[in-house]
């Protein structure tokens, strides 16, 4: 080759990684561009897709208000066109995301937007928006449909993560998360809550085998002091304009015994232990470690929050717990296993005060509610925003705050710091041994 050409070659290269070409780039998704958008059919209708490779088209529609205020550039965007097949309430669910597409103090970076015209190169404005943010609790957007009109849904931001949606076409309400079931001590406390969606409002009967539990109209059921005639199912009709539904029986199983729990460690993937954990069902129990089988030590090892489960995220110790729920009779938990060897135990998990720690079980719950209605009402609330009582207390039943049952003023701002969205609540009474350490549901 004389020296010309391997000039010419050398500029080739140098131009194609300098300024990115598609010889390097990603190949764009199928519906990168609003033409070829992908068609969606069904009241009930899932569908995924990502921005990694994608393109924006000059004066395409970029959202409004929420989706304006997404961190960075909006550079891409992929399309999908949804046909209603009848006029009723429609909501759209995000149900999983590959990465924690947030930057530094939790600001978004992709949202999804609707819109209920063809005509998007214009200055037109979504019918229904939301930033997407895994750590919001059952994040989704609702909009009443017309049947027979073409919808577009258009994923817009800057990241590379794959997201997975859910359209939901149905006028009665939608239950996202039902109550889990759980074992206890007997004078133990406990929590059950409701994650549910509709037309606004939405109300909220309990039910014990069956039958009403009087009063008990909130998206929570608080149990304490629980003796074996609460022992059974428990269920919650959630009612709204267009219908009712009543979510599957959950149990609430008393246990006197004393079972210990087993581990047994099992193949895992490289850089990671793996083991089995086997006791009662519905049960939280301590993982403990130590380096010399005399002295035991909590295992902070397991994320607090079913966000951080998502892996290059860096999470620090105060989101970390060393409390495991057992969900099945044998189940598998992972942690890493760079650091020095150590041995584990298990041990059943020994709340400082029952009824302290099932109010800070609330005070969780209800900031997610807050968190999660904010965003469903364009208002976007990152996981740092602080909220205070009165931004609580329409999530309690009759908007009834708790108070440490220690606490002299029987307050509940002497009593508890609710701290950020992230963060779990903090008793101020007793701070050192009144700890909500379990992982949410």
């Not at 519906?31 to 395409?60: C, K, P, Q, Y």
């Not at 206890?184 to 069956?210: C, D, H, I, K, M």
């Not at 609430?252 to 079972?259: E, T």
């Amino acid at each position: 080759m004389n020296r010309k050409l391997m000039k010419q070659s050398l500029l080739v290269v140098i131009v194609c990684i300098a300024f990115s070409l598609p010889c390097l780039g990603q190949t764009p998704p199928p519906n990168d561009n609003f033409s070829n958008r992908i068609v969606l059919t069904g009241s009930s209708v899932a569908f995924a897709g990502t921005l990694a490779g994608a393109t924006l088209e000059a004066h395409e529609a970029l959202g409004g208000y929420n989706t304006n205020q997404l961190a960075g550039t909006v550079s891409q965007s992929v399309w999908w066109t949804w046909t209603a097949p009848q006029t009723s309430l429609v909501t759209v669910e995000l149900t999983s995301a590959s990465a924690d597409s947030q930057i530094p103090g939790g600001w978004p970076v992709d949202g999804i937007a609707v819109y209920d015209t063809t005509n998007v190169f214009t200055n037109v404005q979504p019918v229904a928006e939301m930033d997407l943010d895994v750590s919001i609790l059952c994040e989704a957007m609702t909009f009443s449909a017309i049947g027979g009109s073409n919808y577009q849904i258009q994923l817009l931001g800057s990241s590379s993560t794959a997201y997975q949606f859910l359209v939901l076409a149905t006028n009665s309400p939608l239950i996202f998360q039902p109550a889990r079931s759980v074992t206890v001590s007997t004078n133990a406390s406990t929590l059950f809550t409701v994650v549910a969606e509709g037309y606004r409002p939405l109300s909220y009967q309990w039910q014990f085998a069956g039958t009403n539990l009087a009063g008990q109209t909130a998206p929570m059921l608080v149990l304490t002091n629980i003796g074996g005639s609460q022992a059974g199912n428990y269920s919650v009709i959630v009612t709204n304009a267009g219908g009712a539904v009543t979510s599957a029986p959950v149990v609430l199983a008393v246990s006197g015994s004393d079972l210990q729990p087993s581990l047994m460690a099992v193949s895992g993937q490289f850089g990671q232990f793996m083991f089995e954990l086997t006791g009662e069902l519905g049960r939280n129990y301590r993982i403990e470690s130590s380096v010399d089988l005399a002295s035991w030590t909590n295992e902070y090892s397991f994320p607090r929050y079913p966000y951080s489960y998502i892996p290059g995220f860096n999470y620090d110790s105060p989101f970390l717990t060393s409390i495991v729920f057992n969900t099945n009779a044998s189940s598998t938990f992972v942690m890493s296993n760079t650091s020095a060897s150590k041995f584990l135990r298990a041990a059943q998990y020994q709340p400082g005060n029952e009824i302290c720690i099932n109010n800070m079980r609330q005070i969780r719950f209800a900031k997610s509610l807050w968190r999660r209605d904010g965003n469903d009402k364009g208002t976007i609330r990152v996981r740092w925003n602080v909220p205070i009582g009165s931004d609580l207390a329409p999530y309690f039943l009759q908007g009834a705050l708790p108070c440490c049952p220690l606490d002299p003023a029987q307050t509940f701002v002497t009593s508890y710091e609710p701290n950020n969205c992230q963060a779990a609540p903090q008793c101020a009474i007793f701070p050192g041994s009144h700890l909500l350490e379990e992982p949410t549901p």
